[in-house]
């Protein structure tokens, strides 16, 4: 019987000593890592429930990475319309110039090499490249979206811009082509800039009347442009401020999930340590109570 005691004794203390010593190490790593479950089987439905906000923070990640390269995009694009308007309004000044009957026709010429300068820049705007490198008004060609055929200036980039996905089901558009850009509609029919600075430099390096009046006709061509180029302009702002307001909303639907995240699995620590304390009082007493009921069981064999 003494034995039988013994032998209960001994199993019972070592199996309660290292229950307490589990569970102090379950709550030292809740509180070294700040989250409640270790395993599914902890609290499946817990469980389940992170693995689905882990889902949600990783297309959130992914819509991230895409608002950047589109804002980057966007910003280079809204950059280089910039250029583009400025340099535009500097054609006018010159056009403004060119059709008065004060200059000769020497002082045309010198005007219009200014301007065939002026046409070249901006075809090498047209040629910018975006943050991966491509053309930035080209659509999805790899290449440059203007070339120079000898005569004239041609568009040899693509029809569109892909959309990209930036959260919640929403896309935008992280640029424009050389043609919402550059081409516009007159009374004579349809247009571009590169046209209009090209026939405007050619007739003031031919001089004569008709330098004058096509430098008054200029104008109105260059008028129509600029608002092409301000409309596009307008048009990549909303898609910037678009941008701005889908990573704000990202922004607050993260912290909503990292809230959630540390209610479902998280570890309140000052609740975990304070059961870490108590944990760690009652295995010491179970240590210390079991080497004096030891000794006290030995003595007794020995009498």
Request: charged share 20%.
């Amino acid at each position: 019987m003494i034995n039988l005691s013994t032998g209960a004794f001994y199993e019972r203390s070592t199996s309660q000593i290292g229950g307490l010593r589990a569970q102090a190490e379950t709550l030292q790593q809740q509180i070294g890592t700040g989250e409640r479950l270790q395993r599914s089987s902890d609290d499946p439905v817990a469980a389940a429930r992170l693995r689905m906000l882990a889902r949600t923070d990783r297309i959130s990640q992914v819509d991230t990475r895409n608002s950047e390269l589109a804002e980057a995009n966007l910003a280079l694009t809204d950059e280089t319309l910039g250029s583009i308007a400025d340099l535009v309004v500097r054609v006018r000044e010159l056009a403004v110039q060119a059709a008065s009957t004060t200059l000769n026709d020497d002082q045309r010429a010198t005007i219009g090499t200014e301007i065939a300068s002026l046409r070249e820049n901006l075809v090498l705007l047209a040629n910018s490249r975006n943050i991966s490198g491509h053309a930035l008004l080209g659509g999805q060609t790899a290449g440059q979206a203007y070339t120079d055929n000898g005569t004239g200036i041609d568009y040899v980039g693509t029809g569109g811009v892909t959309p990209v996905e930036i959260g919640e089901g929403q896309s935008v558009s992280p640029g424009l082509t050389g043609p919402d850009v550059f081409n516009f509609n007159t009374a004579n029919g349809p247009s571009d800039l590169f046209a209009v600075l090209g026939n405007l430099a050619a007739a003031l390096a031919t001089g004569g009347a008709d330098a004058i009046s096509a430098s008054s006709a200029a104008l109105g061509e260059l008028d129509a442009g600029l608002e092409k180029v301000t409309t596009a302009q307008t048009v990549i702002g909303s898609r910037l401020n678009w941008v701005d307001l889908m990573s704000e909303r990202r922004e607050v639907n993260a912290e909503r999930t990292a809230d959630e995240r540390s209610s479902v699995g998280g570890a309140d620590i000052a609740v975990t340590m304070s059961r870490l304390q108590e944990t760690l009082t009652v295995l010491e007493a179970s240590q210390a109570s079991f080497v004096r009921l030891a000794n006290l069981s030995l003595f007794s064999l020995l009498r």
